[in-house]
């Protein structure tokens, strides 16, 4: 009787969706993520131990943390005149963007493959969602990008830049088409800037419709979940509205703080990370066909690439087996960039499960 009545009252695109599905990792070299494989020193996680331990937990959080919002501006170089609005990593700001646009008829645009939550999103909001294929290498098919954009009249864009799960930057001239091109609103969703070479937060100030959205996860503070969206103050100042009161918890606010106060420490790891993605990406072109990635993955593609994945797993090394997400990624896999000797051990089970 529950059952039937649970399928008689939720929305039937949520009865066909599956749950973001996160996989059991206790024991394995866990390369599936896209983390920051690096410890911080210990002066750093002593001071941020310090502070935690003095953080009044009782309390409420700051709702509107001003002074970390400085430190962000500050580290993340958001132009004058425009001001950042803070999430639970970027996914309630994606969820807030569509709840904001979704009037009857609106449509979210996104291409595809590409981060998963867009498509989702929209579908919990009841928005309309159109995806438009990538060309076979990945890059943007700008003619169908346009095309669409004509078409649908697309209240909400979204480009990841880099794109995930590709790693690949997009055409930078054909992104500022889009952005020209669009009715709406357009978010370059940078969580990756700290491994890319260009980045859309400077352009902030020449286009009336763009956001960027970044989120910290990647830059070591995945377990914080703090994301942010930077743009001019009366996009911020509209879609503050929708954000739900102490979305940004007190532990989260102050470790945040601090590791602000040494941004050139994760800026340090990441350029790290980037020398063990060129090192990496060169073992790996031995045993597979290997995309550029300006993120801290790579993707690549091989044959029996779910067997490949399986025996990975059961040597203890846990990757992303994107076979089955999209016809265009079939038989490909991705890897994040781990610390020196994890990738080793992962080139050396691959070479065992490819034999």
Same mark, same amino acid.
Request: charge should be negative; glycine fraction near 6%.
């Given at each position: 009787?529950?059952s039937a009545?649970v399928h008689? !009252?939720?929305r039937?695109?949520?009865?066909?969706?599956?749950?973001?599905?996160?996989?059991?990792?206790?024991g394995m070299? &866990?390369?599936?993520?896209m983390?920051?494989?690096?410890?911080?020193? /210990? @002066?750093?996680?002593?001071e941020?131990?310090?502070?935690?331990?003095?953080?009044?937990i +009782?309390?409420?959080?700051?709702? #509107?943390?001003f002074?970390l &919002?400085?430190k962000?501006r500050?580290?993340e170089a958001?132009?004058?005149?425009?001001?950042? *609005?803070?999430?639970?990593?970027s996914d309630?700001l994606?969820q807030?963007l569509?709840?904001?646009?979704n009037?009857?008829?609106?449509?979210?645009?996104?291409?595809?493959?590409?981060?998963?939550?867009?498509?989702m999103?929209?579908?919990?909001?009841?928005? $309309?969602y159109?995806?438009? /294929?990538?060309?076979?290498?990945f890059?943007l098919d700008i003619?169908?990008?346009?095309?669409?954009?004509?078409?649908?009249?697309p209240?909400?864009v979204?480009?990841?830049y880099? +794109?995930?799960?590709?790693? +690949? %930057?997009?055409s930078?001239?054909?992104v500022?088409?889009?952005?020209?091109a669009s009715?709406? %609103?357009?978010?370059?969703?940078?969580?990756?800037?700290?491994? =890319?070479s260009?980045?859309?937060?400077?352009h902030?100030?020449d286009?009336?419709n763009?956001?960027?959205? $970044?989120? @910290?996860?990647?830059?070591?503070?995945?377990?914080?979940?703090?994301?942010f *969206?930077?743009?001019?103050?009366?996009w911020?100042?509209? %879609?503050e509205?929708?954000? !739900?009161?102490?979305n940004v918890?007190v532990?989260?606010?102050? =470790?945040?703080?601090?590791?602000l #106060?040494h941004?050139g420490?994760?800026?340090?790891?990441a350029d790290q990370?980037?020398?063990?993605?060129a090192?990496?990406?060169?073992?790996? /072109?031995a045993?597979?066909?290997?995309y550029p990635?300006?993120?801290n993955?790579?993707?690549f593609?091989?044959?029996?690439?779910?067997?490949?994945?399986d025996?990975?797993?059961? $040597?203890?090394?846990?990757?992303k087996n994107?076979?089955?997400a999209? =016809?265009m990624l079939?038989?490909? !896999?991705?890897v994040?960039?781990?610390?020196?000797?994890?990738?080793q &051990?992962?080139?050396? =089970?691959?070479?065992?499960s490819?034999?």
């Open positions: 009787m529950s009545l008689n !009252l939720i039937p695109e949520l009865l066909a969706l599956h749950a973001y599905h996160v996989p059991e990792s206790s070299i &866990k390369l599936d993520a983390e920051n494989p690096y410890h911080l020193p /210990q @002066f750093l996680r002593d941020i131990a310090s502070v935690l331990s003095g953080s009044e +009782n309390r409420y959080p700051d709702p #509107d943390p002074a &919002k400085e962000i500050k580290a958001v132009p004058e005149g425009c001001d950042v *609005l803070l999430g639970n990593g309630e994606i807030m569509a709840m904001a646009l009037k009857p008829g609106s449509v979210l645009l996104s291409v595809e493959p590409s981060f998963v939550m867009y498509r999103i929209a579908t919990f909001v009841g928005m $309309r159109v995806g438009v /294929q990538l060309m076979p290498d890059s003619e169908a990008m346009l095309a669409a954009i004509e078409r649908d009249r209240a909400l979204f480009l990841a880099p +794109n995930n799960p590709t790693g +690949n %930057l997009f930078a001239e054909d500022r088409r889009i952005i020209d009715p709406g %609103l357009v978010v370059i969703d940078e969580a990756y800037y700290a491994f =890319a260009d980045s859309f937060m400077k902030l100030v286009y009336p763009l956001l960027v959205m $970044r989120t @910290f996860s990647k830059l070591g503070m995945a377990g914080l979940r703090l994301g *969206l930077a743009g001019r103050s009366e911020i100042e509209e %879609l509205k929708l954000r !739900l009161p102490y918890g532990l989260p606010q102050r =470790a945040a703080g601090l590791l #106060d941004h420490i994760l800026l340090q790891q990370i980037k020398k063990d993605r090192i990496l990406h060169r073992e790996l /072109q045993l597979a066909e290997v990635s300006e993120a993955f790579l993707l593609r091989m044959e029996n690439a779910t067997a490949v994945f025996r990975l797993k059961a $040597r203890g090394m846990l990757i994107l076979s089955n999209h =016809a079939k038989d490909c !896999l991705r994040t960039v781990g610390t020196p000797l994890e990738c &051990k992962f080139i050396e =089970a691959l070479q065992e490819v034999a």
